[in-house]
């Protein structure tokens, strides 16, 4: 199984960036496929998460409203649209692929219930 996290960057408070997570090795629909950031100091946050078969997404309070994660089945790739950044987004950014249950259960942003990580990118706001 791998994840490839990519679309990091340096960008302007304000501005948006598009991270995306292409993903092998694992059933993409039986999956919950979720973004995580971990910023100098600071423990990894969970800040979104998708079911690919059915498309339900959930969100962190920090992100919500302003991030947007959404799957594309044929290409097996997750991604999460960032908009509105600020400086407080600046963090590396992991994507992880875990079981169905994670939602369900309402474990979604915990890192230890996922299986598989991506490489991380980073994503730097300057204000």
């Known amino acids: 199984v791998q994840l490839q996290a990519s679309g990091g960057g340096l960008v302007q408070a304000g501005g948006s960036l598009r991270l995306s997570c292409a993903v092998s090795?694992?059933?993409?629909?039986?999956?919950?496929i979720a973004w995580f950031r971990q910023a100098p100091g600071k423990e990894r946050e969970g800040i979104a998460c998708?079911?690919?078969?059915?498309?339900?997404?959930v969100y962190s309070d920090s992100v919500k409203g302003r991030l947007t994660i959404a799957s594309d089945n044929a290409k097996n790739t997750v991604y999460l649209q960032m908009n509105s950044l600020k400086s407080e987004d600046t963090a590396v950014y992991y994507c992880?692929?875990?079981?169905?249950?994670?939602?369900?259960?309402?474990?979604?942003?915990?890192?230890?219930?996922?299986?598989?990580w991506g490489q991380g990118t980073l994503v730097t706001v300057s204000s």
């Open positions: 998708i079911v690919s078969d059915n498309d339900d997404t």
């Open positions: 992880a692929a875990g079981p169905l249950g994670t939602v369900i259960a309402g474990v979604w942003s915990s890192p230890y219930e996922y299986d598989y």
């Open positions: 090795g694992l059933t993409f629909g039986n999956s919950a």
